[in-house]
């Protein structure tokens, strides 16, 4: 008989902010030991809330300039994650980090990225304000395999939110929020399961399947 012992998924968090969806990942995780490991949560900027949080869950925090890619990459080998998920990291990833958690196999890096949008509609830095101001009725979130663009990965999970007539701001990005938390933590849930797959049809365009 043989015995198969499967090892939690060892994951790495970057995050430049609050750490809200940092901590829907570490929630998981801390409960769940079992199915995943935060091997470390990395920032690009010292004294943001998400480094103490994350400290507060026992997970090994550490700042890294976002232009020294060789510190981070050494610091990711020594953790050896096999996916990174990007919290509210306001910084693009280099070529050495896409490299990094490329998967022959599957066809793309294993990184995710949440974004307060419904991409391809409102890319880069305050996606929830560029939404607002433009008077959009219905908005989103969208999780998404990170490339070298700028948010234009292919995207794995996207929900909508309707926008109310008397909705502020401050309303309009919290419904976002609680979106962008049960994304993420579902996303978390694929990987785990290994269910995210680049699929290839006869005419040469490439999807993302979750295999139901």
Do not use: C
């Amino acid at each position: 008989m043989i015995l198969v012992i499967k090892l939690p998924l060892p994951i790495v968090i970057l995050a430049s902010g609050n750490g809200t969806n940092a901590r829907v990942l570490m929630d998981y995780a801390e409960e769940n030991p079992e199915k995943a490991q935060v091997v470390a949560l990395i920032s690009d900027r010292s004294g943001v809330p998400a480094l103490e949080l994350a400290k507060e869950f026992g997970v090994q925090t550490y700042v890294v300039d976002y232009r020294n890619e060789s510190t981070l990459l050494t610091l990711l080998q020594s953790k050896k994650p096999s996916w990174a998920f990007l919290a509210g990291y306001k910084r693009k990833v280099g070529k050495g980090f896409l490299e990094f958690f490329w998967d022959e196999s599957l066809g793309f890096s294993r990184i995710m990225n949440v974004h307060p949008s419904l991409l391809p509609a409102f890319p880069g830095l305050l996606a929830y304000e560029q939404a607002f101001h433009a008077g959009v009725k219905i908005s989103g979130v969208t999780v998404h395999l990170v490339d070298s663009g700028i948010d234009t990965g292919k995207a794995i999970l996207q929900e909508s939110f309707i926008r109310d007539d008397n909705d502020t701001l401050e309303s309009f990005e919290k419904k976002g929020k609680k979106l962008e938390h049960k994304l993420f933590l579902s996303a978390l849930k694929l990987a785990i399961a290994e269910r995210i797959q680049m699929i290839h049809s006869p005419g040469g365009i490439s999807y993302i399947s979750t295999n139901g």
